[in-house]
């Protein structure tokens, strides 16, 4: 038997998975071997086996309704609740950042309620065929398994972890992604001992799949080219939003083979069928509107390839995808000078080549140049190009000419309306405020920031959040503490009203170490006790353990040691847990607890299965 921790005893208390035999009838076994068609199914029939059992997780679907309504779209949740788009940021294609804060809040959330059916119905919940689930699927028992070690009644169980699937096609080959979910589950397996002993996945109907599924089985189904090409599109774009890079993967490796011979004339059908496919509201990111011909498809194509590579920690491979988009003969200037803008921000977010995504991004200067009457999506793009352009800049202490870049990509946008444009406005009025904070002028950082908010409105809880905790921390370094707590508090408030409770937990120990800075332990107390509330409902043994500490220095005390040994059971950051415990044990934790910053952007870690 295996134990995914260094102690023994504490799994033994605190439940966790276990990879054993066959366990007997007093566990609740489920096969979650649904293959990769579609985000958080394997998580679908896992929750519906407990359901069927009687469990009723403790309320949990009506106080993450959102959540709720991604792992069951149609159920019976609240009908004039908000959408997760409208409380949480998505993925960013335009600036290959990974991790979406809707999919953490919808793995989070299944995560919780594995744990509260297991507690509830008094069963282990045994999870067979767990190597074969959708990927989506297996972070989220990944998050499950370390939720479980902070809930005493709640045990998970793995059967037979290491069977896998043989990939859909070799673009889709997630194996080593999946060996690490499950290292992280504390299943000792690498790459060579996984065994592909699952039967290959056939796409097919999936009602528990839904749409996602759909796509898939009318992208792999024996439909006509443009039928099958649409569910390709339709199916990378929703495969973005949901996290499915396998699916996405596998789609446009498909899409790639079906392009050969494939009429330019039908491309402008194509993508009208893909957007009614897709149920995606419209969006700012994987939009493929700028696509005219069958090698801008291809290249799009090509693009997904790239950023799922990206995304997997596969710089060269990403690179060499990107590169491989300006290959066609008939590409829109839009489309090549795309290739070389998600080249160079490989090159100099994931492998620190500056000079050569300088090199880049001229040569996407020169696909679109200024010209009178351009293309309202030529100017667009070459904004991009500009706002990149300053980023290099700044990775080189260039400051004055990075502000240059940065103008020029609002001149390039100047009167834009569409959401790429907005996106952008965004993106430079932050980007602005940033060069100045690192430039030393605070104060005109401030300005700055505040005029963003200006521009892009005020009346969404989610755009507060994050704008009022900079502000916060510009505040500070300001030397304006009375504003900084005044939009702490604002940002909190936002984080509380969605029920947000990582970024909530995030910020009040931040605003509980600022009371505790100033003397002030009421204050800090009220914070510190919050957090310990936030941090038990998300399940994580090392902040619930820091924000124990808190509770403890704001009530002048020492630390339980309970304390340390919780931060140790904790998978996702064993090594801040184990000099966590050590400092508790020594009675020395000073300087421990996190302090504001000025950007609230957090690491999903949880979920994240990179090492």
Known sequence: MVRPSPDPSAA?????????????AGAVRVDVATGPAASFTGLRVALGELRSRGATFGGLSERYAAEWAELFPGGDGAPDALGIAEIALAPSERRLHRESEQNYRVLATAAAALCAGAEELGRPLELSGVGGTDLSSLRGFMRAVEHSRTRPGAELRL?????????????????????????????????????????????????????????????????????????????CRRGFFTGNWEAMAALAGLGGRLLDGFPDASVGDLLTAAR????????????????????????????????????RGRQDQALAYFRAMREGERLSPEVRSQSHLYAALTLTKRLGHVGDAVAELEQGFAAVPHREGEEKSVRRERGWLHNLRALTHFAQKELRDAFGHEKQALACIEGLDDASSIHLRVNLFSNISVLQEKAGRHPQAARTWARFKEAAGSGNATFVKHHAYRAAGLALLCGDRDAALEDLSRSVACAAEFDDDFHEAEIRLETGTLHLADGQRAEAAGHFERAVELTARIGDPYRMALAGVGRAEAAGTAPDSSLGELALRGLTRPGDGAELAARIAKGDTAGLLPRVRTKLNRPFDLINFQE
Do not use: N
Request: with cysteine; hydrophobic share 45%.
């Open 12 to 24: 033994g208390l605190l439940g966790g998975a276990r990879t054993s035999p066959p366990v007997g």
């Open 159 to 235: 059967d037979a972890p290491e069977r896998v699937a043989p990939p859909v096609l070799p673009e889709a080959d997630y194996r080593a992604e999946r060996a690490r979910c499950l290292r992280r589950m504390g299943v000792p397996v690498d790459v060579a001992s996984l065994r592909t002993e699952l039967p290959a996945y056939r796409p097919g109907p999936d009602p528990v799949g839904g749409q996602e599924a759909a796509l898939f089985a009318a992208a792999f189904g024996d439909g006509t080219a443009f039928d099958r090409l649409t569910a390709v599109l339709a199916g």
């Open 276 to 311: 009614e496919q897709d149920l995606q509201a419209e969006a700012i990111e994987f939009e493929p509107g700028i696509l005219r011909t069958a090698d801008d498809v291809r290249a799009f194509l090509l693009k997904v390839l790239g950023v799922q590579a990206t995304f």
